[in-house]
């Protein structure tokens, strides 16, 4: 049996780097549906989600970006809302804040996409 270990980090510097490859096109209800159905597959078989610092990010975006918001409560929507409903531009929004939540909270970066 070969066994691979997931690396989150890389996985989301692919996805920045070939939008198209993985999700058609970039679009941040794309990276949603597939982060979500990662999640979910991965529970689905009692697997631990490899997603942590996704998570993590949810839980931070939630508590720091959601005090004056007007009814934007799940960060998706508010990414939305602030590209002004540019799918494309929400897209960019996402990786944006999540780099820098990397960098700020975890001093992490993500890697060279190769």
Not at 3 to 31: I, N
Not at 90 to 102: G, K, P, R, S, W
Request: with cysteine.
């Amino acid at each position: 049996m070969i066994e691979s270990k997931f690396d989150e980090l890389a996985f989301f510097a692919q996805v920045k780097k070939r939008p198209g490859y993985f999700l058609g096109k970039p679009s941040l209800l794309s990276l949603r549906d597939q982060l979500f159905g990662m999640d979910y597959a991965f529970s689905f078989y009692n697997q631990e989600t490899p997603l942590k610092y996704f998570r993590l990010f949810v839980e931070w975006y939630h508590k720091e970006m959601f005090q004056d918001l007007d009814g934007y409560n799940c960060w998706w929507n508010h990414l939305l809302y602030i590209s002004g409903n540019n799918d494309a531009r929400a897209f960019d929004c996402f990786f944006n804040t999540f780099e820098q939540y990397l960098r700020d909270i975890h001093n992490v970066c993500l890697p060279e996409a190769r």
